[in-house]
């Protein structure tokens, strides 16, 4: 055990006396001493010495202790030292005189402590109080005068004057101290044989009360003394002796302040050999005091702790045996009070406590309750949060109350062990009403990142206990601590402090294990009303969130599992999407932290929300992640899962309806995105695959569609709802491949089998072919010419048989080569019709010819109008941004010409008056031409116009003379074209055409 270094000034005295002698032979009693108070003392450097029978001087005498401490005596003179030799019993004559006594402690570099082993001495070089006693008497010299000594930058005395009569001592000095003042050491003892009595007072200019220490020791028998000894103390009279660096033990007093009063009371019996512990018996310690302050600073600030003592009644401690410890009893009780300074001098409550000793043997209890202010704890919290745990959080503005009280049954019997624990059990309570405040801001963030877009890096947070935390420490037979946590209900506030933003939380059913490992089990719910990232366009409202978290650390591995996790929001907008009433729900997650390695495992994620949309398209329903695992790197992070659902309902901006059913995996690895999937909705099943990297924005995506039948109980729309299209017959299969940006090996290819379609009013039959579209330069093109065939399209007037080459060349021409189709009775032809993608002016000119007017007559269903003949015609068509228009196509009839029969030609209004238009209306109710020719035109509005010249006979007039009639005829396609589609069941006209 390390002895106080203050001792080593009266060491170095006896030394002194002893030095001359010591060159011819070593006093075994002397060395005892010296290394009971000082440890092993070498004599480093001795100069000047000068021998005489009356007088023997020394210049200077350097000694070091192996605790590195040194001892330098200048100009030690002393009178009569054969006496040391010759006459051990006359020490009487002997005086002794040191010019000055310097003390000081080396510093070393390295933290390397002294060796702290004990040296036991053997039986019959044990340290004795007889043998102790008689050689202080013996050796010391008659008179001892220490004109100076300086211990360390802090501490003069001297002179110091030590006079001895007989068995009689006295000791007297003055000392100063810069911090304190001065003061006055004044020690008086009797060392008889039989009976040791010391009685030490230091006083002080500034203070009335001296401190006091009386010793009474006297012999019971052979092996045995009573001790009897009282303290009572002005702690500021002896402060400067207690700020002597290293006076405590290894902690450094530099700084520290005592004041108050103290009062110590001791009796026991002890054995003569005074180093045996397991001879002491009969023990008591009784303490007592007055606002005992404390002052102690605060490392790493300008802040100080100072601590008030005081005791309600005396703290009394009795015991039977000291090894093994045996209490007899322990009782006493008092209060602290604990706070922070400043060094302006401005005080902040830190803790204010009250204990209490139970006399409940041989396991005393002690009991303490009070509360600690927040406040006045931030020097002690920050360092320790931001230096050790969280070095980028700052914590500034602390205020609140944490309110708590303990219990600890205390140990103290049966036991011999240094590595005895004294605490049998602690139990502390941290009570409702505690409420802690503060603020926090976590630095250090990216101009990116949430927390700082958000406000959510400065809050203003409030944390209130609502119910009993109970806590519980037992010792393990590791000596380590058990610590038990349970119960608890701790209500969280937090509030951004330069947004909206704001959220609350709770904790309970608290369960903590604290061994070797760490073991934690609650139940957390978080709720906020808003979260608005403004930088982001993110808005969220009405999250809420809980789960029950099991956390345990062992070593160098922490694990966090997350059960019934359920998170919900109201709403979530950000500016590609938003997502309203939506739903997690996973039932297990597990989360690992090993070597900086985080991985998270979940095996199952619900998903469900009702409406996430985006400008593409709205979904609703539930979606399914499973066996998700992520993994968190240094420099990347790893991610995969499966996904499902069973119900996933889009809708397209433009109303469409799509009712689906899905499977797959998704993956990442550091930048890279990798994904596959399989999409089921009604008779489809498309499967795909996805390669993207993030990094450098480019991917590419594959898909199948295998060949899949339509029919009138499987139509398209069934699948897909609300499409102005709809496959009621045949099959189609379809695959390809896409690139971001486009790259060459960019496919599309699509197989159509016998394809019956309903667009709006219109059906095609019988659509066979396969089309395989490449890219070139990001746009799409066919590499040569694919061939398709349609039996039938009817948008008002069957086309039938249709047949042509789709191609689309580099510069976005889409192309239909070598076109022909059956048109009234007549054909179609085309060598290569033309639409630009890119909506550029585009000509062409198609052909039709043997066109049926009686044809066109019946289709049309007209009763106003009859005709025979055929017709020939030529149409220039151009396409572009004004859609189709014709100019100046050419018409005419094919010989040997017709018949016209057109009822109501013009109306009755325009027929009055005109006997001319008259006989024209009646010549087209009865009109055979020989010849028709004329021009057509059709503008963007959709307006056929018509310039037609006939040659002809009409019975009506003269059937032997030739009338010529010149006719402008204006009809509105699109209309008529509604029309005749409004006059027939479109349904029996598709049947119709499917059964032939």
Sequence with gaps: MRKPRILIIVTTVLLATFLV????KKDIVVSQLINLFAGEVVIQQLSGLKLGIKEASIEQVRLQSNRKNNLILNKVKILYPFHIIFDRDNTQKI?????????SEIKNSTSSKPNKTEKIPSKENALTLSNLTQNIVSFIPGSVFVREIEFGDDLKAGPLKINRHNTEIHIQTPFSSIKTGNHELSLKANLTSSDITTVTEISSDLIKEPSRLEIDISKTHKNQWKLDASASSNLNSIVSILNISEVLAETPADGMRASGSIRINARAFIPDEILSKANYQDILFKVESDNLGLILPIESSNKKIQAHLSTQSPIELKLKTLNPIQLESVTGSGSIEVSTLKDSGSKNLLANLRFEYSDLTPNPKFQLKGSVDLAGAEPLIKPLLTKNYFPSLKITNPKGYLRFQSETHLNFTETSSINKNWFEQIRLTILPKSNLLFDAEVTGLKEVSPLLTSGLNHNHIQAEVKKNIHITGSPSESNFFNIQIHDGLIVTQLKAKNTPNSASSKIEHIQCNIKNFTECKFKFEAKSPVIIDMPAGVVLRKMDISSTIHFQED?????????QVKASLGELKAKEFKIREAELIAPKVNCEILSGIKSCIIEKSSNHFSNL???????SGTLDLNNIKVISLRDSTQFSSDFSSNRLKVVTPENYTLETSLTG??????NKLEGQSQVKAGNLQLTSSLHHDIELGVGALQFSLPYVEFNSAAPLSKVFQGLPLDIVSGALSANGAISWPRQSTDTIDISLTNIAAIYDSSFAAGVNGNVLVETHRGKWFTSKPQPLTIESINAGLPLNNLSFSLSVNKTQDLILNDFSAEFLDGKLSSEALYWNLDNIERNSTLYAEHVSLEKLAQETESESFKAKGRLNLTIPITTGPQGITVKNGHLEAVEPGGELRYYGAFSQQMLKGNPQLKL????????DFRTLEG???????????????LVGRSESMDSERDLIINLNLENNIPAMLRSLQASRDLTTALEKQLDQ
């Design 21 to 24: 002698g010591s060159w011819w």
């Design 95 to 103: 005086e002794l005189s040191i010019g000055k006594l310097t003390y």
């Design 555 to 563: 070593g160098d591995i922490q694990n966090l599992k997350m059960e």
């Design 613 to 619: 949309s985006s400008e593409h398209a709205t979904l």
């Design 665 to 670: 995996s998704l993956s990442l690895d550091g």
């Design 920 to 927: 024209i209306s009646n010549a087209l109710e009865d009109y």
């Design 935 to 949: 021009n057509l035109q059709y503008p963007p509005s959709g307006d056929l116009l018509l310039n037609l010249k």
